[in-house]
Structures are given as C-alpha cells and as structure tokens.
C-alpha cells in the first residue's frame, strides 16, 4: 500500500477544542433506554494485544500530556460514546488488537467532522486519494471518510494489510498508517544495509511518524489502567448506541429526524458523511439511529408515502437560464436536476417547466449541513481581529489572498475549513480575519463603496442578489442578520454595501 500518501497525525486537526473541529456546540449523547451493567473499557482491555509494558521517552511525553488534560478525556470518551461500540465489533470480528480502536483518539479525538490541513478528513482521517482508494466516494452530496460505518471499515482493512505486509507487526503498521508503508519500508533497507536493528524504535522516520505510535501505546496504556496515572475514564456502556436502518431511497434529513424522534444535530452527528439536507441520489442512503428508536423508525419509514420522501418544486425556465444558473439558485448540483428531469445534456429551453428537490424545512432543521458547518467555523473569529469577506475571482490563490490580507495561508485555510492545497472555485466566500483595519470590501477605495437599500423581489435568493451585485453571500447575511438557509421574501428589505465598479 506505499502508493498510498501519508496519512497526517492528530496534530494536523483542530479537534482538540470544547467543540467540534468546527466550532459548532457539540450535545451530548443521549442516554441508554436501559443501562447496560458493563463498561466497554473492560471490553477493550480484554483484547488488548500490543506489549504495553513498554516505556520510554517518547512514550512518558504522550502519556504525561494525556494525563495532565483530564478535560480532552472527558471530552474525546463524550464523542466516542457514539461509536465505540461499534468499533470494537468490528476489531473483534477481525481479531484485530483492540489498542486499533483507539486510533481515532489519535488521529481525530473522535471528531467526525475532523479536517486537517493535510486535506484528511473524518475520525480516521483519510485523505483524499486514500479515501478513493478504499471506495470511500466523496462528493457534493456525501463524504465517506466521514461515515461511520463505511470509514471503520476501510480503516480496519486496511491498518490489517499493513500488519499483513510487516509480518504481523502492528507497530510498523501503524507506523505506516501514518508515513505510508514505502516511508516505513525503506527506513527498514536502510537499516537493513547498515546491520542496524529494524524494529519501529530503532527506524529513522518523520518527526510526526516518531511521535505517532507513542501516542497510540500512551492511550492505549491509560485505558489499561487510568488509575495508575491519576486519571479518570467516563464510563461508556458495553452496548450498542446505533442501528443501522436502509432507507432504500433518497430521504430528506430533517424528515429522517422527525420520524426518528431526534433533534437535527444527533441525526447529523450519527450520518457524519452526509453533506448536504437529504441522502444522496445514488446512495448510501442508510440512516443510523440510536437504537432504542431504531424500530419505531424503520416502521414509520416503511409507512411514509413515496412522494413524502422528498420535497419538489415546479420552476418554469426563464430566458437566460442555464442548468448551473438555476442549480446555484436551488443550492444543488446540475447533475441532480438532470437525473430528477431525464437531461441527457445540458440543454434546456425557456418556457418548459423543471422539477427540483428541495428542503423540506428551513435552514435550522439541517444543524450540521458542510454550509453549517463552515459558515461556524468562519464566524469563529480571532480576539481583536476584524472579519472581512472575500470573494474569490478568477486567477485566485490562497497565497495572493493571505498575502493582500497579511495573513498567514495556513490561518486562511483553517478559518475557512479548508486544507493549504485544497482548491479555489470563482464566487467561493472566504472569511478573512485581519488584524489591518479594512473595510467591507478590503481592496477597493472607501469612495467606491455605496450603501444599496434593496427590496427582495419574487424569484429573488440570497445567491441571485449576491451576483448581482458582486457581493458575497455570507456579506447580505452579516449586513442584514438573516439565516442563510431561510428563504427571502418579497418586499423584504436589504441593506447592501457594494463596490460601484463591479456591481449593476
């Protein structure tokens, strides 16, 4: 598997926080209808499998630094909560060291919404590339990495080929998880060819590889006895917390949620790889649910009619409308309407009528959306900075935007829940946190700025009127305190501060 590409360490992420990697407030899990009389930490002690006798420098700094933040235990065994359990099955169906369910501790803190600026993504974090290669799809609609069930698995598969590869060594395997296996391979023939040992301690690998196994055999070693290093593990019941229900179909989330009787944010945290208000298209369309509502749920959704699922609308095509023109409007993807209206191309002609999914409910019953998501992250904010909106245009980088902006590329990136290499699209709003007092529009003349009072007319979003007049979205969001995610209406009274030079 070395033509995989390292997969970058916990550090990388920012979940280390009260919240989740992206700022968003973090519920707690629900309680079990029934306590269940065993804690699953004995059950992961049970079938631990690795020498955890071990001690050395580069273990003792992990486990002092796990030891002296009582409060990131409490918070990473919170998440866990969640998916532990299920897990655990899986190690164990593998006979797989139960010291690998851990790895998320490490690798995400059990965030699933976790993004390094490696570009990995999700509890395991698997990049891009990896992520393919392992049949994690990734899309507008969904993200595998971030799927629970689907990212387990390619995780599980594959820290097991690289045991395979090494011998049986987990230790090298999880040292290839992390640098790749041809990074751990080729450490061993140079080792090899100086008559030096090969075993992971004796290998010359990254800093970040260095520090990665110790990490695993740190935790590991706290959850093999807690008391020992003056710490505390909250108990997690030794029972299932999910079910897994088929759907079968296309299934708006916040109708998902209803029939599920959960709030927006426990469905979202439980279906983590869903992106976007409804399952994909073509796929999955399993919904996870605690498992105490997991029969009423599956019962109430095979009694849902079909065109309950999800919600249309009728819009008839305007002169000048193409397919990217009106997918924008309804925030979806030109594929989408092509499937849902038989397109073959991208041919349309003003007058027919197109059908078009759309949220059932507004903004506020889709909690954990990627546009949620990021539009948190954003207003996140820096102490004594102020924010600005960017608007990207064609010919954009990262680096010309953090250099305008004096601001660091790596800082850029995280404020906008982005990696360093990750790609720039035209019209894409980036939040800028500047310590240089600006203005709305950061590089255009203060003369050239106008305030524009304008009255919402029928047909009119947030979309349309922000590339009327050259302004971002978030911008008419911020100027005016509105919801994204809520629909305009007519009469309604917006205040706009445009740069005459672009706009009209």
Do not use: C
């Not at 309680?31 to 269940?36: F, I, T, W, Y």
């Not at 409060?71 to 909560?81: H, I, K, P, W």
């Not at 193409?322 to 092509?338: D, K, P």
């Not at 820096?382 to 064609?394: E, F, K, T, Y």
């Amino acid at each position: 598997m070395d033509q995989l590409e390292p997969m970058p360490a916990a550090g990388d992420v920012s979940a280390t926080s009260d919240g989740l990697a992206n700022g968003m407030q973090e519920p707690a899990p629900l309680e079990p209808a029934v306590e269940a009389p065993a804690d699953l930490w004995q059950r992961v002690r049970d079938g631990f499998a690795l020498d955890l006798s071990l001690d050395n420098d580069r273990i003792r700094a992990q486990r002092d630094w796990y030891a002296r933040h009582q409060n990131y235990l409490d918070r990473v065994a919170s998440r866990a909560e969640r998916y532990l359990h299920y897990i655990v099955e899986q190690a164990e169906a593998r006979d797989m060291p139960t010291e690998m369910v851990l790895l998320p501790v490490v690798e995400s803190a059990f965030d699933p919404f976790a993004y390094s600026h490696g570009r990995a993504s999700g509890p395991w974090q698997f990049i891009p590339s990896t992520g393919r290669y392992f049949n994690l799809h990734q899309n507008w609609w969904y993200d595998g990495r971030r799927d629970i069930v689907a990212s387990t698995d390619a995780a599980l598969t594959y820290l097991q080929r690289l045991a395979d590869r090494f011998d049986g060594d987990w230790l090298l395997a999880l040292a290839s998880y992390n640098a790749g296996a041809g990074t751990v391979s080729r450490a061993i023939a140079r080792n090899k060819a100086l008559g030096r040992p090969t075993d992971f301690w004796h290998l010359n690998l990254p800093r970040e590889t260095r520090a990665y196994v110790p990490k695993l055999l740190a935790i590991s070693q706290i959850v093999a006895d807690p008391h020992a290093y003056n710490v505390s593990l909250k108990p997690i019941s030794d029972a299932p917390y999910f079910r897994v229900v088929e759907a079968g179909s296309q299934l708006d989330l916040a109708e998902a949620a209803r029939l599920a009787a959960i709030s927006s944010e426990e469905l979202y945290l439980l279906n983590p790889g869903y992106n976007q208000w409804a399952t994909p298209p073509e796929g999955p369309h399993r919904i996870l649910v605690p498992v105490d509502k997991a029969d009423a749920f599956a019962d109430k959704l095979a009694a849902l009619p079909a065109d309950a699922r999800m919600r249309w609308q009728r819009y008839t095509i305007r002169s000048g409308d193409s397919l990217i023109r009106i997918a924008n409007r309804f925030n979806i993807t030109v594929g989408m309407i092509q499937r849902a209206n038989n397109l073959r191309g991208n041919r349309i002609i003003a007058g027919q009528d197109l059908m078009i999914p759309t949220p059932a409910r507004d903004g506020d019953a889709y909690a954990l959306t990627a546009d949620k998501r990021l539009a948190a992250k954003q207003d996140q904010g820096v102490s004594g900075r102020q924010r600005i909106d960017h608007q990207v245009r064609a010919g954009d980088t990262l680096w010309d935007i953090a250099r305008l902006h004096k601001v660091s590329v790596r800082e850029l990136a995280r404020w906008n829940n982005m990696a360093p290499r990750d790609p720039l699209r035209v019209g894409q709003d980036l939040a800028v946190w500047t310590a240089e007092p600006t203005t709305v529009a950061a590089v255009a003349r203060p003369e050239m700025i106008r305030k524009v009072n304008y009255a919402v007319r029928n047909g009119d979003s947030l979309y349309r009127i922000a590339g009327r007049f050259n302004v971002s979205v978030n911008d008419i969001a911020r100027w005016n305190r509105i919801d994204t995610g809520k629909y305009l209406r007519p009469g309604q009274r917006l205040t706009l501060y445009v740069d005459v030079r672009n706009a009209f």
